[in-house]
């Protein structure tokens, strides 16, 4: 068999200018620490040009997480409490709905819901949550439930994933957030996750919410016990259902927090290794529009200069955050649009809010509609 050539830098510019795909090798060699970070960002810089132009897309968005205790154990995992936890917390209707009236006085367009598997609520209360709020509140889009949660809904239920998700889009879901891939290699993920929806669960949740129509968004947790390879390996798994549905959205890195989790022995990731990891998610998922820089874990200089390493959406201003403050994260619970907009402008880029479904939004104050959908290849 004839071995392909070792990748270089120019091999990999020379596929990056011709729009070509990039290869395992290439992935692994853009990952290396002696390939200058620079040479790497400029590389995904221009396809993120190619693909979003100046653009930097936002939302105006909240956080539910209507309970932080879990069945499971993750390693990673500084936000999950026990049952007779004290730190354990169960929202109740009013709650949630009164988070949901927040939103709507605050302009939000989307709430972002996702929590624990709580060892005694039924499916029944998950489908209420989706439902009690998209009775109230119709035009707040519902992005909820990763797939492990719906793989645990499949325990409760006994039912099959399509069956959940058609049950929940009844009730009132809008799409599915990307949360739950962490690390998909078996080598890592069964030492931080082991009891979880595998990868093959969770690619085969996000295929079957692409055939429904639903769209969905994808995540890489790093910065803890992977190897480079392990990261290659995860972008190229998403990369290939993406062939198959072009269903997802967005892709989101997510840098690990250690504090209050059993990793707390780790270092966090440095600026650096957030910015190569940016940069490589974009050269590599080369059919994904979007890739997110997710401030809140970022910081905000690391998510503004992230702008120029191939991300070309912020998040959004994000209210009630648990998750990774829970595990140390020290950016603000909540940015306002003026913020926001100031950090992209900082940052060289022009500030398009944006619905979940990547559509222009049309504002004044907190009435809003949503206008014309964002084109790719801008
Ligand atoms: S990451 Fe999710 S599934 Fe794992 S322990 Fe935390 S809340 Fe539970």
Redesign the pocket.
Known sequence: MIRAPEPTLESIRDKVEAGQRLSFDDGLYLYRPDVHLNEVGALANLVRERKNGPFTYYNINTHLNPTNV?V???TF?A??SDLRDPKGYVMSDAQILERGQEAVENGCTEMHIVG??HHQKKYDWYRHIIQILHDAYPALHLKAWTA?EINWFEHLTGKPVRWILEDMLAAGLGSMPGGGAEIFHPEIRDQI?EH?ADAGKWIDIHRTAHQLGLKTNATMLYGHLEKPYHGVDHLLRLRELQDETGGFQTFIPLAFHPEHTKLDYLAKPSSLTDLRTTAVSRLLLDNFTHIKAYWIMLGIGTAQAALHYGADDLDGTVRHELIYHDAGAQTPECLSVEQICRLIREAGREPVERDTLYHRVDREGAQWRSGEPIAAGV
């Open positions: 879990c499971y154990r993750c995992c936000f999950r624990g598997l492990v996750c979880k």
